[in-house]
């Protein structure tokens, strides 16, 4: 179980806006500081030029890896997570109270209706698959003034055990209804 790889891909890509700065201004204070003290020490300088070009290639390399591992981090936490979240049988709310601490209260939500709205779709989806009496799945919605442009349109769509599943996007609440064959 785990989010889309779109979704991981802005995660880490979100993160490393945050982070490279951070990790570039920290580089260019220590080549500054050892550029001040070879100075000091020998009475010799070197190529600010080549020394801060230097310093900004290692910077993007390290904010890339570092980000890498932290977006690695917070998968197999979330997978883990919606994992025992499923077995336990607790309410939403629960697994909402799980992750806050990793993603905030707000995205917490985010990711748990929507990863719930995922792990649904697929669990059904295989079922229906292996029943051999399923022929196709129809996207449901919620019905109501808060369905969106993207999911209005699938609204009652027959859908292949091909096609895309819900959740289109995130916070999504649709969900998938069987057609049974009756031959």
């Known amino acids: 179980m785990s989010l889309d790889a779109q979704f991981w891909n802005e995660e880490r890509d979100e993160l490393y806006k945050i982070m490279l700065p951070l990790v570039q201004a920290a580089a260019i204070a220590g080549a ?15 190529d600010w030029g080549l020394v801060n070009t230097a ?7 390290y904010a890339y890896d570092l980000v890498s591992e932290i977006t ?13 979240w499923i077995a336990s049988g607790q309410p939403l709310d629960e697994l909402m109270t799980t992750i806050a ?3 905030g209260a707000e995205r917490a939500e985010m990711i748990a209706v929507t990863e719930v709205t995922r792990a649904f779709a697929e669990g059904n989806k ?16 919620a019905q109501d003034e808060m369905v969106c442009p993207v999911c209005a349109p699938l609204a009652g769509k027959k859908r ?3 096609d ?14 069987p057609v049974v064959s009756v031959s």
Not at 32 to 42: F, H, M, R
Not at 164 to 177: E, G, S
């Open 32 to 46: 500054k500081n050892a550029l001040d003290g070879l100075v000091d020490e020998i009475g010799m300088g070197v």
């Open 55 to 61: 310093v900004q290639k290692w910077a993007s390399r």
């Open 72 to 84: 690695d981090t917070s998968k197999e936490y979330l997978q883990k997570a919606v994992s025992e």
């Open 101 to 103: 601490p990793m993603f």
């Open 126 to 141: 295989a079922t229906w698959e292996e029943s051999g009496v399923v022929e196709a799945m129809r996207w449901m919605t």
């Open 160 to 162: 292949t055990f091909d």
């Open 164 to 177: 895309d599943l819900p959740p289109a996007h995130v916070n999504c609440r649709c969900y998938l209804q």
